[in-house]
């Protein structure tokens, strides 16, 4: 099936940091059909705080529909604020996509943590689970979504008070992060593009994977395992 490539600009279908009506609507339908652990709390950014007002330039940047430019580090400001202020915006932006889809996306119909028929993915975390093991996708999404917010909220790792300094290993982690919400996306595309499209969220999809794509091609180097499972949605 041809993917929709659907343009995306001004408000209706921003993702940033606002959540487009439509797809609030549906999570809110979809989490009230069916009890979901994988749909997590939004990661608030502290109101008044410098990392705020970085995410405000983002979705303001966003509006523009210039999702390259979107991605570019503000002139005079810090590297690890930027990416830490955009791994928490991916973070929602996902936790919300995928809340739509929960219903599709079952022990039933995703026995196994796929992107296609060639790519299985197995959940280890390192610390809880040191083995990878093999899980349903919403089992694995759970993991991987908990895991995130975790570091998230660990202060150590990504300090929202002014003055307190990143520690060494932040970028690590934050790649580490960002290569595991890819998963998502990938298996959202390959597992359950048609519920998307059904739903008419196609756009919102869309827009937050290319904006995905564009920040880690800029600033992660990272070298996804599976990068060529989503070959038709970058180029």
């Not at 593009?193 to 008419?200: A, E, I, T």
Request: aromatic residues 12%; neutral net charge.
């Amino acid at each position: 099936m041809a993917r929709s490539n659907s343009a995306v600009s001004g408000g209706k279908y921003f993702l940033g940091g606002i959540a487009a009506d439509r797809l609030t609507r549906n999570v809110s339908l979809v989490s009230g059909s069916r009890s979901s652990k994988t749909f997590k709390p939004k990661k608030n950014i502290p109101e008044g705080s410098h990392q705020y007002e970085l995410l405000k330039h983002a979705e303001a940047t966003l509006g523009s529909g210039n999702l390259r430019q979107a991605v570019m580090l503000p002139e005079g400001e810090d590297l690890n604020e930027w990416i830490a202020v955009n791994t928490v915006d991916f973070f929602n932006q996902i936790n919300m996509l995928y809340g739509t889809i929960t219903e599709f996306c079952t022990e039933a119909s995703c026995p196994v943590m796929s992107a296609g028929p060639r790519y299985e993915y197995h959940w280890a975390d390192g610390t809880n689970i040191k083995k990878p093991i093999k899980c349903s996708a919403p089992k694995y999404i759970d993991y991987l979504m908990t895991w995130v917010q975790d570091q998230l909220d660990d202060e150590t790792l990504f300090p929202s008070k002014i003055g307190v300094p990143f520690p060494k290993n932040f970028m690590s982690v934050a790649k580490t992060i960002l290569k595991r919400l890819f998963r998502v996306y990938a298996h959202i595309y390959h597992q359950h593009f048609d519920s998307v499209m059904r739903l008419q969220e196609e756009a919102h999809l869309n827009t937050s994977f290319k904006h995905f794509i564009f920040f880690v091609q800029v600033y992660s180097s990272i070298v996804m395992e599976h990068s060529s499972a989503l070959t038709l949605f970058t180029m």
